[in-house]
């Protein structure tokens, strides 16, 4: 009734932090075990969100060696059968890693019910990415820089019914005083529609507890 107790950490040395509000941000999995005691029925909908899993390939070329296709990115089709599922020419979408003398490019790799690729070593994957540029542009010389960013199931998947679940989520937690949820799994996977989950979250909660 005062607010909530939360134990970050493993059960034997949890650190409780009291707090008048709090709103639970991040992919579906974590917040059902959360919340369970809290608002049983908001944890059950959102233990039934499937995921899928994502790797990010981040290559930087000088501009001289490499031609990418026009515009920001593309998306590749699974009846392709081709590793890399989207390309996005970073240095192209995002004016400020447009130095002049470089580009960025970022292959997303992994699909739904299928962790074949995202299973794969940090070198093929690379080399996968360098293949599908080779295939859609032009490569004269391997990549100055690479990074491989592996999010297992961070990628919240929207079935059918979805728009009725979340409704359903919300109006479960809005029956507990200052609890609020936001991140991918409700509205959108991208960055502005997580940002607009999270500011409606804090909305909430300072609603709830001004000070």
């Known amino acids: 009734a005062e607010g909530f ?4 950490g493993p059960p034997s040395g949890a650190r409780v932090v009291g707090g008048g509000g709090v709103f639970g941000a991040g992919p579906p999995p974590p917040p059902p075990r959360l919340l369970a005691d809290v608002t049983p029925a908001a944890a059950a909908e959102l233990a039934d969100i ?11 070329w000088r501009r001289v060696d490499v031609q990418v296709p026009s515009g920001s990115g593309y998306l590749v ?7 890399v599922k989207g390309v996005t020419i970073a240095s192209a979408k995002w ?22 690729d ?6 093929e994957l690379v080399q996968s990415a360098v293949l599908e540029l080779a295939l859609t542009g032009r490569v004269d010389a391997p990549p100055i820089a690479t990074r491989v960013s592996r999010w297992g199931g961070g990628l919240p998947q929207y079935a059918v019914g979805h728009v009725e679940r979340v ?23 991208g960055i502005p529609a ?11 909660v300072r609603a709830f507890n001004p000070s």
Request: charged fraction near 25%; charge should be negative.
């Open 118 to 123: 995202v299973q794969r070593d940090d070198d």
């Open 167 to 189: 409704r359903r989520v919300r109006e479960a937690v809005a029956a507990v005083p200052g609890l609020a949820v936001c991140g991918a799994a409700y509205e959108g996977v």
């Open 77 to 83: 089709p699974p009846s392709a059968r081709r590793a």
């Open 5 to 8: 107790a939360v134990g970050p």
């Open 95 to 116: 004016a400020h890693l447009d130095d002049g003398e470089h580009v960025a490019v970022r292959c997303s790799f992994g699909r739904y019910g299928d962790n074949t």
């Open 50 to 60: 499937e995921m899928a899993s994502v790797v990010l390939v981040t290559l930087v």
């Open 194 to 204: 997580c940002i607009r989950t999270g500011q409606a979250a804090a909305d909430h």
